[in-house]
């Protein structure tokens, strides 16, 4: 399920504006590079790099489970590779 929703992602992201996919907890963002590091740096601040973000996950927790939103431009299968692996995986460097 995991590979095909990566998969349909990766076909999508060269006709579109902004792409949305939402799947279970997981919500995927594609988007231009401005705006994704817009985006991270108003989340995350200061926190990892800062000076140039290819993508951001953030991780929300409630008393039904955690969800994750991630944010990568279009294009950077790389990009979405390593935040999906945060939502699995967890912190790692």
């Keep these: 399920m995991k590979k095909a929703l990566l998969f349909s992602i990766i076909l999508l ?6 792409l949305v996919g939402r799947e279970g907890p997981v919500t ?3 988007d231009t590079p401005e705006t ?8 995350l601040g200061e926190a990892g790099l ?3 973000w290819r993508g951001c996950i953030t991780i929300y927790s409630d008393q039904v489970g955690k969800s994750f939103e991630i ?3 279009f294009n950077d299968a790389q ?3 390593h935040e999906i692996r945060h939502a699995i995986e967890g912190p790692f460097h």
């Design 28 to 30: 995927v963002i594609l």
């Design 36 to 43: 994704v590091q817009r985006h991270c740096k108003e989340r």
């Design 13 to 18: 992201t060269g006709c579109a504006q902004t």
């Design 50 to 52: 800062g000076k140039y």
């Design 79 to 81: 990009c979405l590779a």
């Design 71 to 73: 944010w990568c431009t």
